[in-house]
Nanobody, 121 residues
Framework: QVQLVESGGGLVQPGGSLRLSCAAS????????MAWYRQPPGKQRELVAT???????NYADSVKDRFTLSRDNAKNTVYLQMNSLKPEDTAVYYC???????????????WGQGTQVTVSS
């Protein structure tokens, strides 16, 4: 059984920073690409950033140069450092991971439960 647990959300003023974490727990698998998505109030879920298992990253234009995605493979954890936050960054942030089970071909996608980020003065 794989579980993704997110943490680090909260309320922050515009211009502030937050760091989100997403840790994968369980056994019998390895992790491929990981990603963060977000869903603003009343809008559809959108991709924020992705990272491969070798550390290559891609970002949505709206967060480029403000957000940094990194991962610690030894801890099965990915981190999203968010700087210069804006009110439009307010959303529920979801972690996503592609899981490769040792005894099953292919990959399965798992999601975290989401963590609220609110940027407001």
């Amino acid at each position: 059984q794989v579980q993704l647990v997110e943490s680090g959300g909260g309320l922050v003023q515009p211009g502030g920073s937050l760091r989100l974490s997403c840790a994968a727990s369980g056994s019998g698998f390895s992790i491929g690409a990981m990603a963060w998505y977000r869903q603003p109030p009343g809008k559809q879920r959108e991709l924020v950033a992705t990272i491969t298992n070798s550390g290559s990253t891609n970002y949505a234009d709206s967060v480029k140069d403000r957000f940094t995605l990194s991962r610690d493979n030894a801890k099965n954890t990915v981190y999203l450092q968010m700087n210069s936050l804006k009110p439009e960054d307010t959303a529920v942030y979801y972690c996503n991971a592609r899981i490769i089970f040792y005894d099953t071909p292919g990959q399965r996608v798992y999601w975290g439960q989401g963590t609220q980020v609110t940027v407001s003065s």
